[in-house]
């Protein structure tokens, strides 16, 4: 049934080419911005997750919990 509908339907073999295109042209310019990307920002990114926030850092006896 499904295969009949599509069958009938005018055209529809452009959404295919366009859909394609389209995830060539999304997926180009993501590639491009990451490679374009700084590695200071690149590592200043990284280092994120490890960063508590706090200016300066804590020493080793301080266990302040806010």
């Given at each position: 049934?499904?295969?009949?509908?599509?069958?009938?339907?005018?055209?529809?073999?452009?959404?295919?080419?366009?859909?394609?295109?389209?995830?060539?042209?999304?997926?180009?310019?993501?590639?491009?911005?990451?490679?374009?990307?700084?590695?200071?920002?690149?590592n200043?990114?990284?280092?994120?997750?490890?960063?508590?926030g706090?200016?300066?850092?804590?020493?080793?006896?301080?266990?302040?919990?806010?």
């Open positions: 049934m499904i295969q009949n509908v599509l069958r009938d339907i005018g055209g529809i073999g452009l959404y295919g080419v366009v859909s394609v295109c389209l995830f060539f042209v999304v997926f180009s310019v993501a590639l491009i911005r990451a490679c374009l990307l700084k590695r200071n920002f690149l200043s990114m990284g280092a994120l997750p490890l960063d508590d706090q200016p300066g850092s804590p020493t080793k006896g301080d266990s302040r919990n806010e």
